[in-house]
């Protein structure tokens, strides 16, 4: 089918649009961050006098190196265990078809219609009650929970539409149903298993309420986390604030950008199947 000129022209100018919407805002912020300390830039410019120390100084008073192997850790403690049920979940719903699969993908379904700040108190509760408040358990286990909905939808998706013939082709074979996910369905699921780590890497990192309501410590926080309190202690120094801002979003730029092929592909895997 070909696009003409107005099309074409429309959906760049829209591109255009939205990266420029994207893209202001983390100038402006930058911007601010090169400031002097204690005072407010009056406009969209370059300082004259660019304080770039107001970096360091951020780094040191948000207490950055212990937030890194905070969040570092969270990332390995959630990701790989929620990656590893949401994958057996996903394979047992859409392509084993279980008995009372239909009823299980509704519940998981369900889930994603729970509002996250409704389940905070009594997540809050129950910790305490059982003595998981303010260490890292009490971010690692809720979190785990809170991604299997959308992460078992996900996966099933994949492998629903996997063709029916791997599958017999592997039965023939003498393959076990273990053979068959291992060995067959999981390799064949690397683009949509390594888009879901991803994306739970990023949403692990830059989790800002359970942090702020499960854990007092501040170095056992995440890097989101991190920043609530942050912003409580310096709110009236905005280029100190802004500067720590800068810090907390650098790891996920980056790790956005190295994988953005990889996230771009398993969205659009569907839409390329036959």
Not at 132 to 146: C, D, F, H, K
Request: hydrophobic letters at 60%; glycine letters at 6%; proline letters at 7%.
């Amino acid at each position: 089918m070909k696009v003409g000129r107005f099309e074409l022209f429309a959906g760049r100018t829209l591109l255009l649009a939205l990266m420029a919407f994207t893209i202001l805002p983390f100038s402006s912020i930058f911007l601010t961050a090169l400031a002097p300390s204690n005072t407010l830039p009056r406009g969209f410019e370059w300082p004259a006098e660019p304080q770039w120390g107001n970096f360091v100084l951020a780094f040191k008073q948000a207490h950055m190196p212990a937030l890194l192997v905070s969040s570092t850790f969270l990332v390995l403690a959630i990701v790989p265990v929620s990656l590893v049920i949401s994958t057996m979940a996903g394979f047992a719903i859409g392509l084993l078809r279980i008995p009372g699969a239909n009823v299980l993908l509704f519940l998981f379904v369900f889930g994603l219609t729970i509002p996250f700040s409704g389940i905070v108190i009594p997540i809050y509760i129950l910790e305490r009650a059982v003595h998981l408040y303010n260490t890292r358990l009490a971010l690692v286990l809720p979190l785990i929970a809170l991604y299997m909905p959308f992460a078992v939808f996900w996966m099933r998706a994949h492998f629903v539409n996997m063709p029916a013939e791997i599958t017999d082709a592997a039965r023939v074979d003498g393959a076990t149903t273990w053979d068959l996910f291992w060995r067959i369905h999981i390799p064949l699921a690397r683009a949509p298993v390594s888009s879901l780590g991803i994306l739970m890497s990023i949403w692990t990192w830059n989790h800002l309420l359970l942090a702020l309501v499960l854990v007092e410590d501040p170095t056992m926080r995440t890097m989101a986390g991190a920043l609530g309190a942050f912003q409580g202690h310096y709110a009236t120094d905005i280029p100190l604030l802004c500067a720590g801002t800068i810090l907390i979003l650098v790891p996920t730029l980056v790790v956005f950008v190295l994988f953005q092929r990889q996230i771009i592909l398993a969205l659009l895997q569907g839409a390329v199947k036959g």
